[in-house]
């Protein structure tokens, strides 16, 4: 069965720095685009950042300067190092695989989620 399993998230201050890490099996994860969602308590899941097969890019408006994601292929890792982590930030974060498409003027969207991880907690507070 395809497993994709979140790691690193923590309590982190306002300003710190937290590396997320989502590690998939089960699957050829060399041909899924991968990406990192949120959800806050109350709130909807919102995309994060996208990673197409070949290292092409996106992110959410809110994350831009502060949040990098990459993919490590011989790992089966998908990481999203967090910078300048904002109390806004706080959320249970989640990684996804699936197809994508190229969007003008953003890079990759996933447009379907074939599977999730269970995610990780994020907590951002002084």
């Known amino acids: 069965q395809v497993q994709l399993v979140e790691s690193g998230g923590g309590l982190v201050q306002p300003g710190g720095s937290l590396r997320l890490s989502c590690a998939a099996s089960?699957?050829?994860?060399?041909?899924?685009?991968l990406a990192w969602y949120r959800q806050a308590p109350g709130k909807q899941r919102e995309m994060v950042a996208c990673?197409?097969?070949?290292?092409?890019?996106n992110y959410a408006d809110f994350v831009k300067a502060r949040f990098t994601i990459s993919r490590d292929n011989a790992k089966n890792t998908v990481y999203l190092q967090m910078n300048s982590l904002q109390p806004a930030d706080t959320a249970t974060y989640l990684c996804?695989?699936?197809?994508?498409?190229?969007?003008?003027?953003?890079?990759?969207?996933?447009?379907?989620?074939?599977?999730w991880g269970q995610g990780t907690q994020v907590t951002v507070s002084s």
């Open positions: 996804t695989a699936g197809p994508s498409r190229l969007e003008v003027g953003a890079g990759p969207v996933i447009y379907r989620h074939d599977y």
């Open positions: 089960g699957m050829i994860f060399s041909i899924y685009s």
């Open positions: 990673i197409s097969t070949n290292n092409r890019t």
